[in-house]
């Protein structure tokens, strides 16, 4: 119940095209969804993040929609770049209040890979 | 920009062997975390910290592993006796708050 699916593993996108990356978890105590890009070699880095009282949140080109009835989210990266090439990651957790301090549960990561 | 930073960037060693990996969170932060990542899997959560405790473990988390807040700013994780399966990359994070939480670049560990 603690598990977070993401989908697909590996992802191949034109300049410009659309990527779309999808997660889906169980736990309706998750209240916090963040997304995370990693590059080789370093750190997750906070891309970002909805709550479940909005359906979507836009920053740039990066928009997460969220469907709290299927407990599914995901993440739309517009006019995608070749510097967009990199480990993307899906998380959850439950805020404060509950048992839990913050602790990220992570999908299993998504390699996106944008061509020139 | 404040990061959080991690030493040693890589390192080996000997199964049976202790290790300490250091982390420096950033500074007005108040929730510390361990996560590990083995090659080609997704991050696993290790510990929280809060309140110079351990707020939430995991499964993984066992009587090997160990954490301390030793002078306020530094946040260490103890590996007591490596083994094998416990080469992977070690990331430290912290948050302001529980939610928000910043990453550091990651120790690669190799126990041989």
């Known amino acids: 119940q603690q598990q977070v699916k993401q989908s697909p593993q590996s992802l191949i996108v034109q300049k410009g095209g659309i990527s779309i990356i999808n997660c889906a978890y169980e736990n309706t105590a998750f209240d916090y969804f963040p997304w995370y890009q990693q590059f080789p070699g370093k750190g997750p880095a906070l891309l970002i993040a909805?709550?479940?009282?909005?359906s979507e949140k836009k920053e740039g080109r990066f928009t997460i929609s969220f469907n709290k009835s299927a407990k599914q989210f995901s993440l739309h990266i517009m006019d995608s770049q070749p510097g967009d090439s990199a480990t993307y990651f899906c998380?959850?957790?439950?805020?404060?209040?509950?048992?839990?301090?913050?602790?990220?549960?992570f999908g299993q990561g998504t390699i996106l890979t944008v061509h020139p | 920009e404040p990061e959080v930073t991690q030493t040693p960037s890589h390192q080996v060693t000997q199964m049976g062997q202790e290790v300490i990996l250091r982390c420096v969170p950033i500074s007005n932060h108040l929730y510390f975390y361990w996560y590990r990542q083995i090659l080609g899997q997704k991050v696993e959560f290790l510990v929280s910290?809060?309140?110079?405790?351990?707020?939430?473990k995991s499964e993984i988390f066992d009587d090997q592993f160990s954490v301390e807040r030793p002078d306020g700013s530094n946040f260490t994780l103890k590996i007591r006796s490596t083994k094998l399966e416990d080469s992977a990359m070690y990331f430290c994070?912290?948050?302001?708050?529980?939610?928000?939480?910043?990453f550091g670049p990651g120790t690669r560990l190799l126990v041989l």
């Open positions: 910290f809060y309140n110079n405790e351990i707020s939430e």
């Open positions: 909805i709550r479940p009282d909005v």
């Open positions: 994070a912290s948050g302001r708050y529980q939610e928000t939480q910043y």
């Open positions: 998380a959850a957790s439950t805020s404060a209040g509950g048992t839990s301090y913050g602790k990220l549960t």
